[in-house]
């Protein structure tokens, strides 16, 4: 049981460091590279950091651990917004989430939290319309957050266009592009050997030596939020050069909680619900 548990945290850790000194630095470093806006970087980043996730709820969800893949998202979820908190704490961006665009997107984030506490409740109830209607919930809210900085961020993303014009700009270069594309490709398939022997050991851990799903899944949620971690403070030490530009760190560092959030619960989760209604 030892050997188990001690693989169980050295694939876990795997796939974080995957995810965090590959795939997520090469997305981020395309970003860059391409010039994307720092809600768009969030964005990706979000993507990114979802990656892991990802992984472990579709494996636990092959392997018919369903209630490990939604305690997984339910505490990554929570983790999430704990340490995107601490993050404009210690940053001391306060003043900055004040701005309305932020307020509303962290009150959407708020409701991410809450959905995992509902199908965690009423988990023998969860069908393939549950996925459906989550799906359809994702693109709402991607639209709202979109008409949210239209309303409330434009001057912003007008004075990133500013600075970008007056700062000395690089022009892309498309063998770092080309680089970052085939490191993306080489952890995608690293990421998904080391995930397809995380659910082998979980599927062993629950089965034989009768761990509880929800002790994995809330420990899953502990170690695949660590990316986001990370992110989230260095978005915002990424433009500390002055106080001016604080807003565009916590800009990007909200975008990639409520991207990462809701891939967790609207896309990844429904993809989770549906692997266990099609395959168990």
């Known amino acids: 049981m030892i050997i188990e548990i001690g693989k169980f945290f050295i694939y876990a850790i795997l796939i974080v460091l995957l995810s965090k000194f590959l795939l997520a630095k090469a ?3 395309m970003a860059e590279n391409l010039k994307l806006k720092p809600r768009t970087t969030g964005s990706i980043a979000g993507i990114a950091t979802s990656i892991p996730e990802f ?3 579709t494996i636990s969800s092959f392997k018919g651990l369903a209630s490990t893949s939604l305690y997984n998202i339910f505490s990554s979820n929570i983790i999430n917004f704990i340490q995107y908190i601490a993050s404009i704490l210690v940053n001391k961006n306060n003043r900055e989430i004040k701005n309305k665009a932020i307020l509303i997107q962290l009150g959407m984030a708020i409701f991410t939290i809450i959905i995992p506490i509902f199908l965690l409740r009423y988990e023998q109830h969860i069908n393939i ?14 639209w709202i957050i979109k008409k949210v900085h239209e309303t409330y961020l434009k001057n912003y993303e007008k004075e990133i266009e500013k600075m970008q014009t007056i700062e000395e700009v690089k022009e892309t ?10 490191t ?3 952890s995608g398939i690293l990421l998904y050997i080391v995930g397809d022997a995380l659910g082998d050991v979980l599927k062993k851990l629950s089965e034989t030596f009768g761990i509880a799903e929800s002790i994995l899944g809330i420990l899953l949620g502990v170690i695949t939020s660590i990316p986001e971690f990370i992110t989230f403070f260095e978005s915002q030490k990424h433009y500390k050069q ?3 530009r604080n807003i565009l760190g916590v800009i990007e560092a909200t975008n990639n ?11 990844i989760q429904s993809i989770g619900i549906m692997i266990n209604y099609i395959y168990h």
Not at 129 to 142: D, G, H, R, V
Not at 257 to 267: A, E, G, R, T, Y
């Open 173 to 182: 270069q498309n063998k770092k592009t080309y680089a970052y594309i085939l």
């Open 129 to 142: 319309y549950f996925a459906i209607s989550f799906m359809i919930i994702y693109f709402i809210f991607l």
């Open 55 to 57: 992984l472990t709820v």
């Open 184 to 186: 993306i490709i080489i």
């Open 257 to 267: 909680l409520m991207v990462s959030n809701m891939l967790n619960v609207f896309i």
């Open 27 to 29: 997305l981020r470093g």
């Open 242 to 244: 002055s106080k001016e």
